[in-house]
């Protein structure tokens, strides 16, 4: 299990596969500020250099490296902060969101996996071929080439022999910033937990391998935080 837990935010973009049927998401509001909050807050914060994420991970340098992802998917810095009963998770990208990006071949994606229990580690959905990994939950903002969503996912169920459950949650997107906002009360209130970030491209097909994804960027680059720091 400490293999797995050591190589977790490797496999973080696997996070949101074709198999997502969620309804009834929100479009984003964009160019909004979010909710205001008055309670104190308990925050986690990393950062991550402009210019390493990549559509090709194993080579991203020098003349003939794969072309680069466009700079609103890399990130330079994530946040996780509890404000009252709510998480807010933010991320800042190194270029302004556009209002439609556009397709690169896949839905894009933003993504936060959240490990709130360091005993368990859910086994199969989303995640092909049995494997397990930490993450109880995944949090998304992701463009499927025709709107944007945030969605929650919650793969408690699966320990159970049950399906992951799929939610939409709050969410804006101002310039550069992108924030979701999930009541804690959802995410069972933890008082703890590790927690990494990161951009995804999710492709429709699978010539990517089982997973049908691709890692642009992580964050942090290897290993997970600790919420709170």
């Keep these: 299990m400490n293999a797995i837990r050591k190589a977790a935010g490797l496999v973080l973009g696997a996070a949101l596969m074709a198999s997502c049927t969620e309804q009834n998401v929100p479009v984003a509001p964009r160019d909004e500020p979010g909710p205001a909050f008055d309670a104190a807050s308990l925050t986690s914060v990393v950062t991550d250099p402009l210019g390493d994420a990549s559509l090709n991970t194993k080579s991203n340098v020098g003349p003939g490296a794969d072309a680069k992802v ?14 009252g009963k709510i998480f807010v998770l933010t991320m800042d990208v190194g270029g302004v969101v556009p209002s439609n990006p556009g397709s690169l071949g896949g839905t894009q994606v933003w993504i936060w996996g959240l490990d709130t229990n360091p005993t368990t580690f859910p086994q199969g959905e989303p995640f092909s071929g049995g494997q397990s990994a930490p993450w109880e939950f995944f949090v998304d903002v992701e463009w499927d080439g025709a709107q944007f969503k945030g969605l929650l996912f919650d793969r408690r169920p699966v320990l159970s022999g049950g399906p992951e459950l799929v939610t939409p949650v709050t969410f804006t997107i101002v310039g550069t910033e992108i924030q979701l906002f999930v009541p804690a009360s959802a995410l069972g209130d933890p008082s703890a937990f590790a927690w990494g970030a990161g951009t995804v491209l999710r492709h429709s097909d699978t010539h990517l391998g089982t997973e049908g994804f691709q890692t642009l960027d992580l964050a942090p680059d290897a290993g997970l935080a600790p919420w709170p720091q």
């Design 70 to 83: 466009p700079n609103y998917l890399d990130v330079v810095r994530a946040e996780v902060t509890k404000r």
